[in-house]
């Protein structure tokens, strides 16, 4: 889809969609668009009992005085509510429904309507990126386009402002952290068949466009590193392990740099500690985190971000076989800690602590977070309403908290301890991979805090947020793109310059 801002005009083609707040008269364009339809407007409100309340439309199909086919009134809400994500909710909700009518163009004027705090022009910004958020399909592999399908063939957007230029100006950023989330959600819904470690360093590499300096290693450089506890993970798969190395430089050279990880577990069956069959396909999504840090690293790239980054992903596929690790089995991480695998299906954990470990070493960050669809515990423990934070540092957790409300990707801080750091002593190793059932989304941060070597650190468990969300104003894929927005603007609000 594309989007555009123009001055408001009111002749457009396809559907013609005016927002307004709750109680408000027909004021301005509402108003001139009410004397153009001769009063129809007006009666409609009238007869449907329209008020302008948060997620209510009222339409006209095919109107006479106007050039559109459809006029739409939606409303805000109240005006003092008034916020981003209203703005792109309510883009989003028309979105949806111009391209379900089969519209392929829709503006979207917006006539004297400002969040508090908000110039006219931002709330233009966060109304196109809700629609331009909404637009995702992901139908590659839908070879008979039914009729149902076709909804999503919205090919333009316009949004009427008084203040296009600068729209536009404050759209342009957006639009690159809604590229980074469509690639994440590629990346998170695309089958295990198709995106295997291989397909998936590929697809990393891509960003070299984008001035990306993109390494790929092997399995035999991680195993001159050491790298025991991630190549495990990978023994039983006939794709061969990696190890993905983006770095984006835009901040002062020499900077330290900020590092995110990510677990990719391209499919994961559990291995010789094999799932049940319920929903395992799912666990096509167990990349999530590594799709996360992909996405996010072209977004910073695309808007080209004051900062030094750097994105670090454990690239696998757990699956049992002749070859694959065995519960009992030890595996020497790359830090020379010793870990004794009781479960296969902690997967997650062995291949985030060489990456941990590995990136601490390498670019001694200011910090570290880490993104992984790590526990089923952590969706008992919060639903998909909240990403799970764990972390030993109070000013990144407080950081992340705030940009997670501002950007609608919530984080909820977990509580980590030695208490719980107890339940993974083991009696063979330095540690085991599991700690029991209680408390297992935080005996896994434990786990991970070990390879962090007092690195600033976070971990976001995404299992509830990454794939599988409900559906929304402004995401109907199954890969939710989550993690993209709150990093972004944590780097974009704490460390650019
Ligand atoms: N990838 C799963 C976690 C998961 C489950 C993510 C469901 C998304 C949806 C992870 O590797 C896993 O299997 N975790 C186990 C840990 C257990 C063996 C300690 C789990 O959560 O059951
Ligand atoms: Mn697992
Ligand atoms: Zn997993």
Redesign the pocket.
């Known amino acids: 889809m594309n989007v555009t801002f123009a001055d408001i005009s009111l002749a457009r083609q396809g559907t013609l969609a005016v927002l307004v707040t709750e109680g408000a008269s027909l004021r301005g364009v509402a108003a001139d668009l009410d004397a153009k339809l001769g009063g129809a407007l007006k009666r409609a409100m009238k007869a449907a009992n329209f008020s302008g309340k948060s997620g209510t439309v009222l339409e006209l199909v095919g109107p006479q005085g106007v050039s559109a086919s459809r006029v739409v009134l939606a409303g805000l809400g109240k005006s003092g509510d008034l916020s981003g994500a209203g703005l792109e909710k309510a883009g989003g909700e028309l979105a949806g429904r111009a391209a379900k009518a089969k519209e392929s163009s829709l503006s979207i004027v917006l006539d004297g309507i400002s969040a508090p705090k908000m110039p006219a022009a931002d709330a233009a910004a966060h109304v196109a990126l809700g629609a331009k958020l909404r637009s995702y399909r992901f139908d590659k592999y839908k070879t008979k386009k039914k009729d149902d399908d076709k909804k999503g063939d919205l090919k333009s957007l316009t949004v009427l402002t008084r203040a296009p230029a600068t729209a536009r100006k404050q759209y342009a950023p957006l639009a690159k952290v809604a590229e980074g989330m469509f690639l994440t959600r590629d990346l998170v819904n695309e089958p295990a068949n198709i995106l295997h470690p291989g397909e998936f360093a590929k697809r990393a590499k891509a960003l070299t466009r984008l001035g990306v300096k993109v390494e790929v290693l092997g399995e035999a450089q991680m195993k001159k590193l050491g790298m025991g506890s991630l190549l495990g993970v990978g023994h039983g798969s006939e794709h061969e392990s990696k190890l993905i190395v983006m770095r984006w430089s835009g901040g002062k050279p020499g900077e330290k740099p900020v590092a995110f990880v990510g677990k990719g ?1 391209c499919f ?1 069956t ?1 291995g010789i ?1 094999l ?1 049940p069959a319920a ?1 395992m396909e ?2 096509k ?2 990349m999530g985190g590594a799709a996360c840090v992909t996405g996010l690293m072209h977004a910073l790239a695309a808007r080209k971000a004051k900062a030094n980054v750097v994105g670090v992903i454990g690239v696998v596929e ?1 699956m049992p076989d002749g070859k694959a690790q065995r519960p009992g089995d030890i595996v020497t991480s790359m830090s020379g800690q010793t870990i004794e695998v009781i ?1 296969t ?4 954990r062995l291949v985030l602590a060489d990456a941990l470990w590995y990136t601490q070493d390498r670019f001694k960050p200011k910090f570290m977070i880490d993104l992984a ?5 952590i ?1 008992i423990a919060l639903g998909k309403e909240y990403a799970g934070l764990f972390s030993n540092d109070d000013k990144l957790s407080k950081q992340l908290s705030e940009a997670g409300e501002a950007e609608g990707e919530k984080v909820w801080r977990m509580p980590m301890g030695e208490a719980y750091d107890k339940a993974i002593e083991s009696r063979f190793a330095d540690m085991k ?3 029991g059932r209680d408390g ?1 989304s935080i005996t ?1 941060a434990q786990f991970l805090q070990r390879f962090v070597n007092k690195v600033p650190w976070a971990h976001l468990d995404i ?2 947020t ?3 969300s409900p559906q929304t104003a402004t995401n109907q894929s199954w890969g939710s793109g989550w993690g993209v927005r709150i990093l972004n603007r944590l780097v974009a609000d704490h460390y650019e310059h």
């Open positions: 577990v994961d559990g500690s799932k929903s799912d666990m999504g167990d757990n479960n299906d902690a997967e997650g669809t790590l526990t089923g515990a969706m991979n599991v700690g297992g896994a299992a509830g990454a794939m599988a």
